[in-house]
């Protein structure tokens, strides 16, 4: 057996002893730098709202929350992606989210819990994190993945000479900070968003968010390039992380927005 066999067999032996954490979309630095993005676009008054109502100084101190609390045996019902069926790419919610736990369904609940006079303020300070951090999830494209590989975690490829599987390559890998602060990389993405971009970006739904990563996933994600081995090509990861930039990028306006509609009174 060549020595090239060896260390790619090794490789996949590492990685099927490495916890696979299913879901946790963006990590926790991309969830953070949505919610920079995000608080750069509140209306400043929104922002007032929240630090009052719900004592949350910034976006990024409760971007990663949700998935802190998946570890709590009393945590609610949430999955943070959404399975749409093999051979379609839009999302259908009596096929693809029959019981409407999937992300696409529970960014609507919490909008509406957030929207409701008669929420109490814990349940609406809940569903204000669960937002700030579901609408960055729905804009990872593995998070419309295939379920028979959950989202990618199933597929062994390496990353820069080390073993990993896709949905950790896009979670992780492909947010590429080059050297900035999570906040420093977050203002250079702002900077980069035209007005024509906001104006074309904000206005759409959960489900249209959705069929766009899906759109992703099965255009880019899933057909893979590699240099040599199960070694992702410079090609791939350019392209992903172009990608991944605007993802973040499109999660942070919108979550604005959102934000500012529902809190702007």
Known sequence: ???????????????????????LAWGPAGHRIVGHIAE????????????KKFNINHLANVAHWAD???KNPHKPDVLHYTNIAVNHRTYNQKRDCPRKRCVTEKIKEYEGLLRAPESSRKTRKEAFKFLVHLVADVHQPMHLGYEKDRGGN?????????????HRVWDHDLVFLDGKSQRQF????????????????????????????????????????????????????????????????????????????????
């Open 1 to 23: 057996m060549g020595n090239k066999v060896v260390r790619y067999l090794i490789g996949f032996v590492l990685l099927s002893a490495m916890p696979v954490q299913e879901g």
């Open 40 to 51: 750069m676009n509140l209306d400043p008054e929104v922002l007032k709202t929240i630090r």
């Open 68 to 70: 802190v609390i998946k």
């Open 154 to 166: 199933e597929i062994a490829v390496y990353f820069e000479g080390k073993p990993t599987n896709l």
């Open 186 to 265: 977050a203002r250079q993405l702002n900077r980069s968003i035209t007005p024509e971009n906001k104006k074309q970006w904000v206005g759409g739904t959960p489900i249209d968010w959705s069929n766009e990563s899906r759109d992703l996933v099965l255009d880019y994600g899933y057909p893979l390039k590699f240099s040599k081995g199960r070694e992702l090509s410079l090609d791939y990861i350019r392209e992903g992380r172009r990608i991944v930039d605007e993802r973040l990028q499109r999660a942070g306006i919108r979550l604005a927005e959102m934000l500012n509609r529902l809190l702007n009174n």
